[in-house]
């Protein structure tokens, strides 16, 4: 079978300045990249245009190791829509080098369902998550360097400094370090880490900043920890957001590429969604729907992280509104939901498929919660059966929701026409703003309830004494209206990953909450999460390779 990579490397890239030409971009306003990507300038970002564009949101059911393929939907889709003559432009996040030489590979679509030049995108790209790298160990820099400074010191208590560094790296063995060892001159002992670029909260801030101004004004907010005598230390405090915010200086700007079939495409940001947002940048969403008249764009994971998230922080920020929610779900991941393992996935098995359409369902139910009309796509593979199409298709029937079979890896935008004509159709008639789960002047907790019990199904939220005493801090320093932003596995409704399906009356474990002043939200913190993950067994870097001819083998 044809990879991935041997699919896009057979594909005539057309000239950047070509497809920005397709959305009237004069090439004069390109920042070339070479041949093939650009970077935009924000003053092409339209509000007038932002409002009469259509908004269609990408989420899915919980994440499954059989994976669903909304990436590669959300870009089929745009590519069926462009087709039934719909100007259309899909806005992606940008991969993590963590993924791409660990287990889960790239992110840019598969099979004739990619975004071009996907060797380059995987890759360094335009160099933002490097830039993003930058700016955050230069605080952390810093941070120890005033902690080492005598004449300027702010008295900062390192046992409250929570800031480490980063890198974009799948690097298991620096997750806990031990810096400032060697003598006086080496800096102030203390213990601290690396987290993944992904996680960073500069990444997230770059995600959410309306602007440079914006995007400075968020980084000097960071807080850093507390003096000796309690008090609080932000950013700012060291000077530090001018420095920060000019290594993101071309960061900032979306970057511009195209489809498989020569459409263009947005590419920029890429927090993780169990951490943070999990969703590309505002800039580049509203970049998009000044330039096209839909725009289709993704959240990570299912509905429950990704989504809530991208409507409860992203959008409430940015002033926007989805006009169609589309959710991904595959009989595969359906049949693993319902209880098959993993070796047995590919034998018929009904019974698992309707058992594991209870996460379907409650997937759709929070959209509906929100108030936005869903369609479900299922991606078609091979070796479905026609009847365990069928339970999905009366499942979906029985709820009130459509349900468009979806082949985009095999057939591109062919594979789509019809997926594009029942979310146009939807589309074009809803203007209805979203539902918020909780408004964000509310108390911490009764936020956090709101989304455990309205949106995983959670009977109830226990708090530690960690979280209370979290809680009771962040109030103290005048922070509590900012909206939350749950860290929680993604493979289950629940906080426990081997909680599969559709959990009832669980309760969620708060077990400690971090504030990110910076891209102002609060992070509850459930179950064990991971920020420096670590590389499998066998890494897909060991199938990356590269030629004499300089071209790149091995991505997927």
Known sequence: MTTDIEIAQSVQLQPIVDIAKKVGIPESELQMYGKYKAKLPLELINE???????????SAISPTPAGEGKTTTSIGLSEGMNKIGK?????????SLGPVFGIKGGATGGGWSQVLPMEDINLHFTGDFSAVEKAHNLLAALIDNNIQNKKFNLG??????????????????????TIGLGGTGNGVPRETGFDITAASEIMAILCLSKGPE???KRMGNIFIGLTHDKKPIFARDLKAEGAMAALLKDAIKPNLVQTIEGNPAIIHGGPFANIAQGTNTILATKMGMSLADYVVTEAGFGFDLGAEKFLDIKCKTAGLSPNAVVIVATVRALKYHGGTSLKNLNEPNAKAVAKG??????????????????VVAINRFVKDTDEELQVIKERCDSLGVQAVFSEVWAKGGNGAIELAEKVCAIADQWNTPFNAMYDWNDSIENKINAIATKVYGAKQVDFSVDAKADIKRINSLGLGALPICMAKTQKSLSDNPDLIGRPRDFTLTVREIELAAGAGFIVPITGEM?????????????????????????LF
């Open 48 to 58: 007038e245009k932002i409002k009469q564009c259509k908004l269609i949101l990408v």
């Open 87 to 95: 100007k259309t432009m899909v806005v992606l996040r940008e991969p």
């Open 156 to 177: 900062l208590d390192p046992r409250t400094i929570a800031w480490k560094r980063v890198m974009d790296m799948n690097d298991r063995s620096l997750r806990k370090i």
């Open 214 to 216: 914006d995007l400075k």
């Open 357 to 374: 359409c209870a996460n379907l369902e409650k997937h759709l139910e929070n959209a509906k919660q929100f108030g936005i009309p869903a």
């Open 530 to 554: 991971m920020r420096m993950p670590g590389l499998p067994d066998t890494p897909a870097a060991e199938n990356i390779d590269i030629d004499e001819n300089g071209n790149i083998k091995g």
